[in-house]
């Protein structure tokens, strides 16, 4: 039996919820996106600013979708940008975000680690993307990665390799807080205050625009002036539309974005079809999930209406969650011939986060169906079993599809007796790509000044690295116990035990005890 348990972590979080922002003209601007999921309609408004007369800021829909962005002429580090009464200054990474009160605005700290991680997994997305550009990014303090190798012969070829490289076209470097015309477009769809995008601009290198887009025209203004604060306004332009028809105007090849990253306040689902069309060929969805009643298993039937998933209470119903937003992620891009290729996904705290890519092509979207699960959970035991929703047979050169044959269970479980609940679909493939994953833990350990959560981060990358990519959905040690009636085991006994029987074992990082 494949068994996976969780390890403490030795951090202490602080758990606050998301407030609610309203986008009515007369009402005070709290920080979140709620507010951009009920707008149906383009929403095209100045943004005022309170800077030096030199500054300008227009949010009006251009040529290629983008709102036009605040010129500040020479494109100082810092423009002067005075304080209006009752703002308040709060800084995280890099960026100094101003806020207009401290009654009207909420600042969740915990969502540090939110930007943070995002940031870091950007930035290899574009240190790998950028790289078949021919661009090279760059990142102070970064150690220089250096394989040293003992043959001649492999360093004769790697320098003929390297020669022949620098003729034909010389290497071009992309820093932080530098507009790279080969770099990344990135939206923010609910940007609020612009926190996120601006330290996308002022950390992540590689970048060629960052559009920050609210409904909220107040919400616009204050990303204006907090581009304009942290001297980012060559990279980062205000937005105020709705966030869907944003997207859909930009569904155009050339148009697409190479990021767009999606953190609302509640669920993502009415953003996901436009999200899915808008983002170019290989390029990143972000997107970041707090309706946890909906996700775990408290109310399966809205979770259906939501994602196309019925979701169960169970030990496990946090990977769950990451697996029905990544099968509806997929249902959703197979629409276009697209499909998704999960870089990592993590549960943290209050809410979920996946990173994925989105692909074009016909052959592969054909083996959705058996990359879908549904789930068989006993009630009695909670003793659970998948049952594909597609099967797919190689045949030489061709792949034969046909229906999935099932179920894979009797009418009670054969252990305990007791009847099963139905879950499902669920993505039951790897939720991760560890080749990746290992690129951004070997990023943030050779840079651990980088954010403030480093060490959080490599906690969480590290038992992420552990988990098996084959294996959906995991069992508990206290709950076998239960089951079995027996006293609970250590956690490293457990593991030394079932490692001399061969049975494989490991921690989750969704499962906390």
């Not at 820093?175 to 939206?187: F, H, I, K, P, S």
């Not at 069309?277 to 970041?288: A, K, N, R, Y």
């Not at 990977?319 to 697209?338: C, F, K, N, P, T």
């Not at 049952?387 to 269970?409: D, E, F, I, L």
Request: glycine share 8%; hydrophobic share 35%.
């Amino acid at each position: 039996m494949l068994v996976r348990t969780a390890r403490l972590f030795p951090f202490i979080i602080s758990h606050h919820l998301h407030p609610s922002r309203t986008h009515s003209a007369g009402q005070g601007f709290r920080w979140s996106a709620a507010a951009a999921s009920r707008g149906v309609r383009v929403m095209e408004t100045e943004v005022p600013t309170s800077n030096p007369p030199a500054a300008s800021a227009e949010s009006s829909a251009d040529g290629t979708g983008q709102s036009a962005t605040i010129s500040t002429g020479d494109q100082e580090k810092m423009p002067s940008v005075g304080l209006l009464p009752g703002e308040t200054v709060v800084k995280e990474g890099k960026a100094a975000i101003l806020f207009p009160s401290a009654n009207e605005v909420f600042y969740n700290p915990v969502q540090e680690f939110n930007r943070d991680l995002t940031c870091a997994v950007i930035t290899e997305f574009a240190r790998e993307l950028l790289a078949q550009r021919g661009v090279k990014v760059v990142l102070p303090s970064e150690q220089e990665r250096v394989v040293v190798s003992l043959s001649e012969e492999t360093n004769e070829a790697e320098a003929q390799t390297e020669e022949k490289n620098g003729s034909e076209e010389p290497a071009v470097t992309a820093a932080a807080g530098e507009r790279c015309e080969r770099g990344l477009r990135v939206l923010e769809g609910l940007a609020a205050s612009g926190l996120r995008s601006v330290r996308f601009a002022l950390e992540v290198p590689g970048l060629q625009s960052v559009t920050a887009n609210d409904f909220s025209a107040k919400a616009a203004a204050l990303i204006a002036r907090n581009a304009q604060y942290n001297g980012v306004s060559h990279l980062l332009h205000a937005s105020c539309r709705d966030a869907s028809m944003l997207m859909y105007d930009m569904r155009a090849k050339k148009d697409r974005y190479d990021v767009i990253d999606l953190d609302p306040y509640g669920s993502p689902a009415s953003f996901l079809d436009a999200a899915v069309q808008s983002v170019s060929e290989g390029g990143l969805l972000c997107i970041t999930c707090t309706d946890m009643a909906v996700m775990a298993g408290n109310s399966g039937e809205t979770c259906y209406s939501k994602y196309g998933s019925v979701s169960i209470k169970a030990k496990y119903c946090h990977e769950m969650a990451l697996r029905i937003i990544l099968h509806s992620l997929d249902q959703r891009a197979g629409v276009y011939q697209r499909y998704i290729q999960p870089l990592l996904s993590v549960s943290v705290d209050f809410y979920i986060r996946v990173f994925v890519r989105v692909f074009t092509g016909q052959a592969t979207v054909k083996n959705s169906a058996s990359k879908q699960a549904l789930v068989y959970n006993c009630v009695g035991c909670g003793a659970f079993h998948l049952q594909r929703m597609g099967r797919r047979t190689s045949n030489g050169k061709h792949m034969k599809y046909s229906a999935a044959t099932g179920p894979p269970v009797g009418p009670e479980c054969e252990h305990c007796g007791q009847r099963h609940q139905l879950g499902g679909p669920i993505w039951a493939e790897s939720i991760h790509d560890l080749e990746f994953v290992q690129k951004v833990l070997s990023a943030v350990l050779g840079n651990p000044c980088r954010f403030g959560t480093s060490k959080r981060i490599e906690g969480v990358l590290s038992m992420v690295t552990e988990e098996l990519e084959d294996v959906p959905l995991y069992y508990t040690v206290d709950n076998l116990s239960s089951t079995m009636h027996c006293n609970t085991p250590s956690l490293l006994q457990f593991r030394y035990t079932h490692t001399h029987t061969h049975t494989h074992t490991h921690t989750h990082t969704v499962c906390i005890n």
